[in-house]
């Protein structure tokens, strides 16, 4: 049985990577004004933050038209038997909904769409253990078995370094804003019930990683994990950070992944994360 592997934009996994495992991607698009692009198509991350520069005003974002899953679905079939269409949460977005919708659209090909309820290089982590495993024989009963148990494990905390866009997204008030900024509040935010919720709020950005370290710590010390560190616009930052957990951390595997326009539209630039599960 041949199994194709469908993911978002949103895991953020490199192109090359992607290649590798035969990951199919399908985008979602950043708005500047009455121009749309497609990320990680038509805009990488790089491009990204260095329009966001240019602009006043932050962009909106949209998911995939139920079309678009439709046609690769459909593109599909002429090669695979099933689908397993794995994407960010629908807690925060309606692109998994997209993909139900599709699925029950499409008479070639079996969809089986699953909700990762987080996002970034935590849902692309989802992505590449199910290639692997449908490149193996799998079925996609078996693939998604594992993905559920990966769920019971995975797990991610992230820091805001600017509240202006958690603010002019709708996600705190002006004066919240405000008083964070002068403050120096840095919110850690995690995933609850597909949703980003507060965890704590943490004065100055060194006292924020150090508290992402000490949550990691736990998980780590009871078993090896997968893990990546995310940031937005800061790769010296994420570098560090991987070398001082490799460091510490040697039974276990760290990657460097990176909030693409998408998110990064909605957390800002300097945001960093820290996502793992257990091996």
Known sequence: MQIAIVTDSTAYIPEE???????????????????????EIDMTAESFWEEIKRQKELPTTSQPPVGEFVELFESLSKEYDAVISIHLSSGISGTYNGAVTAG?????????PYDSEISCMAQGFYAIEAAKMAKEGKKPEEIIARLDEIKKSMDAYFMVDDLSHLQRGGRLTGAQALIGNLLQLKPLLHFVDKVIVPYEKIRTRKKAIQRIYQLFDEAANKHPVRAAVIHANRPEDAKKMKEELESKYPNSEFIIS????????????????????KK
């Open 104 to 112: 029950q659209m499409v008479d070639s090909i079996k969809v089986y």
């Open 17 to 39: 990577v992607r290649k590798r495992h035969g990951i199919h991607m399908i985008p979602l698009s950043v708005i500047f004004g009455d121009e749309s692009y497609r990320e």
């Open 258 to 277: 990176y909030f693409g326009a998408v998110i990064g539209t909605h957390l800002g630039e300097g945001a960093m994360g820290l996502c793992w599960y």
